[in-house]
Nanobody, 125 residues
Framework: VQLRESGGGLVETGGSLRLSCTVS????????LGWFRQFPGKERELVAG???????????EDVKGRFTISGGSAGSAGNTVYLEMNRLKPEETAVYYC????????????????WGQGTQVTVSS
């Protein structure tokens, strides 16, 4: 199983970025794909999640209305899940990871079985 993120980079306050996560080796069954972020010295936190086959979505409270997760089998995007991030803030500068959990309900990092290498998102003030 491999997860590979792309799409990070530098953006100004209020700007947008779209992250992509390509999943290989997990094409069968339903599972949860989550986007996490990690600030320096902090634990990873779940930003958004989507169930692969059914497309049910979850968002952390502070990104609702600004971030959109899409893709997976239900979204007809094949083996890719996206995180569209709008109106970004400097305090959202972090490393963003995608991860897969062999369950359809989980928000804690320990519940996720597979991780990508992470992609840096920097929001300039």
């Amino acid at each position: 199983v491999q997860l590979r993120e792309s799409g990070g980079g530098l953006v100004e306050t209020g700007g947008s970025l779209r992250l992509s996560c390509t999943v290989s080796g997990l094409s069968h069954g339903n599972f949860l794909l989550g986007w996490f972020r990690q600030f320096p010295g902090k634990e990873r936190e779940l930003v958004a999640g989507i169930t692969w086959n059914s497309g049910e979505q979850y968002y952390a409270e502070d990104v609702k209305g600004r971030f959109t997760i899409s893709g997976g089998s239900a979204g007809s995007a094949g083996n890719t899940v996206y995180l569209e991030m709008n109106r970004l803030k400097p305090e959202e500068t972090a490393v963003y990871y995608c991860a897969a959990a062999l369950t359809t309900d989980g928000s804690a990092p320990r519940q996720y079985n597979y991780w990508g290498q992470g992609t840096q998102v920097t929001v300039s003030s």
